[in-house]
């Protein structure tokens, strides 16, 4: 069964006073949105900007919103930063990435060092360990991720230390 995000409602983006918060209007209100992704997001995030809003699922949060995704030329953006560990551990558990096979033991948040992985699947064979990483930055139609995690994930040689380590893009 398909994950489901809940209903969402088209608003206007207005500001983003912090990194975790953003003012857009809904339905001619402004209203304030928690904004689950703490990148800078400025290339998605601009006055005008459609966004879509999720209703709260906590009760007693200061805001009755989550920013879940933000349109730009190409298309809608996911900015749930929660979200891609979700839909990746969901695909390997119902079989849908062949890759993996449908027998997976999951661990998430996987210790190594100091560090952690996002995963770690045991499918049958030698251990793999998974780094999800959410695409937030369109540019000419090609879908990036902030690379600074990563960039520091190779200087520990996290995906050259002979085991197999794979890098997933969502």
């Not at 857009?24 to 005008?48: F, I, Q, S, T, Y």
């Not at 079989?95 to 560090?115: H, K, N, Q, V």
Request: proline share 7%; glycine share 10%; net charge positive.
């Amino acid at each position: 069964m398909p994950m489901d995000i809940g209903a969402w409602r088209d608003a206007v983006f207005l500001e983003r006073p912090n990194r975790f918060l953003a003012v857009a209007e809904l339905e001619g209100k402004r209203v304030e949105a928690h904004v689950p992704d703490p990148g800078r997001l400025a290339e998605l995030l601009r006055p005008g900007a459609r966004v879509r809003l999720r209703p709260a699922l906590a009760p007693g949060r200061r805001t009755a919103w989550d920013m879940i995704g933000v349109r730009c030329q190409e298309g809608w953006v996911n900015i749930d930063s929660r979200l891609p560990n979700l839909l990746f551990a969901e695909a390997v558990r119902e079989g849908r990435l062949a890759e993996f096979g449908r027998a997976c033991d999951i661990t998430p948040e996987y210790p190594f060092g100091r560090s952690r992985f996002d995963f770690r699947l045991d499918c049958g064979g030698a251990p793999c360990l998974v780094e999800v990483k959410g695409c937030t930055l369109v540019t000419g139609g090609e879908r990036f991720y902030a690379d600074r995690p990563v960039r520091v994930a190779l200087k520990k040689g996290w995906f050259s230390n002979g085991k197999k380590s794979i890098l997933c893009k969502i």
